[in-house]
């Protein structure tokens, strides 16, 4: 059940560590932050004080190792940056979450997951639209380039609800 779940993770886990968790795979290219954009945020949270007791962790499934091992290429050996993908099962994930003292995600699967635990989530939307998905969620704080996205990449999540539902009846 969920309790032995929680106790692997625990078991696996440095408890005694801070994280800040990183989800930065999004299954749909539209979805994804620019390579740039992650370095620069790690550079910033690395450099910053305040944050010098926190590991940066990055998550994803095995698939996604190589384009996250290319991502963290540029920091080295960086002890603080820790490669997790295809370390974390699925199911490990509510718990794992639940640890973190901040995830920086895509908007993505594991950003609802963060924030449905209750952890603090930033979310990072382009194309999809944040007050359709996460409106009054006090667990989330969005950033959104959906208003300045052109209309015509925008995604139609009221088109695809009704496709959903008519294929039902």
């Given at each position: 059940?969920?309790?032995?779940?929680?106790?692997?993770?625990?078991k696996?886990?440095?408890?005694k560590?801070?994280?800040i968790?990183?989800?930065?795979?999004?299954?749909?290219?539209?979805k994804?932050?620019?390579v740039?954009?992650?370095?620069?945020?790690?550079?910033?949270?690395?450099?910053?004080?305040?944050?010098?007791?926190?590991?940066?962790?990055?998550?994803?499934t095995?698939s996604?190792n190589?384009?996250?091992?290319?991502?963290?290429?540029?920091?080295?050996?960086?002890?603080?940056?820790?490669?997790w993908?295809?370390?974390?099962?699925?199911?490990?994930?509510?718990?794992?979450?639940?640890?973190?003292?901040?995830?920086?995600?895509?908007?993505?699967?594991?950003?609802?997951?963060?924030?449905?635990?209750?952890?603090?989530t930033?979310?990072l939307?382009?194309?999809t639209?944040?007050?359709?998905?996460?409106?009054?969620?006090?667990f989330?704080?969005?950033?959104?380039?959906?208003?300045?996205?052109?209309?015509?990449?925008?995604?139609?999540?009221?088109?695809?609800?009704?496709?959903f539902?008519?294929?039902?009846?």
């Amino acid at each position: 059940g969920s309790e032995s779940i929680q106790k692997n993770v625990l078991k696996k886990l440095n408890t005694k560590q801070k994280y800040i968790i990183f989800n930065t795979p999004a299954q749909w290219i539209a979805k994804q932050w620019p390579v740039a954009h992650w370095q620069e945020l790690i550079r910033l949270i690395l450099s910053e004080k305040k944050y010098k007791d926190y590991q940066l962790a990055f998550l994803g499934t095995a698939s996604d190792n190589n384009s996250v091992a290319s991502l963290l290429t540029p920091f080295g050996e960086n002890k603080r940056l820790e490669n997790w993908c295809g370390i974390w099962a699925l199911e490990e994930l509510p718990a794992l979450l639940q640890h973190a003292s901040l995830v920086i995600t895509t908007d993505s699967g594991p950003m609802h997951v963060a924030s449905a635990v209750g952890t603090k989530t930033i979310g990072l939307f382009g194309v999809t639209d944040p007050k359709v998905l996460v409106v009054g969620n006090p667990f989330i704080h969005v950033i959104s380039s959906y208003d300045s996205c052109p209309e015509k990449y925008h995604f139609n999540h009221h088109y695809y609800r009704y496709l959903f539902l008519s294929d039902c009846e």
